[in-house]
């Protein structure tokens, strides 16, 4: 079963940036899609970077550029052990909470319905 635990999201004023961790654990996919999802009050979730087992990375249009998702991997299984997602000159309009999901390869850049394990979440608000 795979688990993750979020951290790094908070409160930040507008232009600021932070650093989001997401700890990974059971993990068992061979070839794999992991990424950062964020879901705003009344709003869909999104997502909002990918990265896979070659560290090919994905981002939603109006991120690239202001968001850099990174992992680490374990050095035996290859696996992912930590993810990482630096948000730089964030607005307001990036308060949301910020999910770490996992999936088979062919899951990024797809609907977040294609991710089979998502973390509980770490809150992120921009005030201007």
């Known amino acids: 079963q795979v688990q993750f635990v979020e951290s790094g999201g908070g409160s930040v004023q507008a232009g600021g940036s932070l650093r989001l961790s997401c700890e990974v654990s059971?993990?068992?996919?061979?070839?794999?899609?992991v990424g950062w999802f964020r879901q705003a009050p009344g709003k869909e979730r999104e997502e909002v970077a990918t990265?896979?087992?070659?560290?090919?990375?994905?981002?939603?249009?109006?991120l690239q550029g202001r968001f850099i998702i990174s992992q680490d991997k374990a050095k035996k299984t290859a696996y992912p052990k930590t993810l990482y997602l630096q948000m730089n000159d964030l607005p307001a309009e990036d308060s949301a909470t910020y999910y770490c999901a996992t999936g088979p390869r062919f899951a990024c850049g797809d609907t977040p319905d294609n991710m089979d394990y998502w973390g509980t979440g770490t809150l992120v608000t921009i005030s201007s």
């Open positions: 990265i896979d087992n070659y560290d090919r990375t994905q981002y939603a249009r109006n």
């Open positions: 059971g993990y068992n996919y061979q070839l794999y899609c």
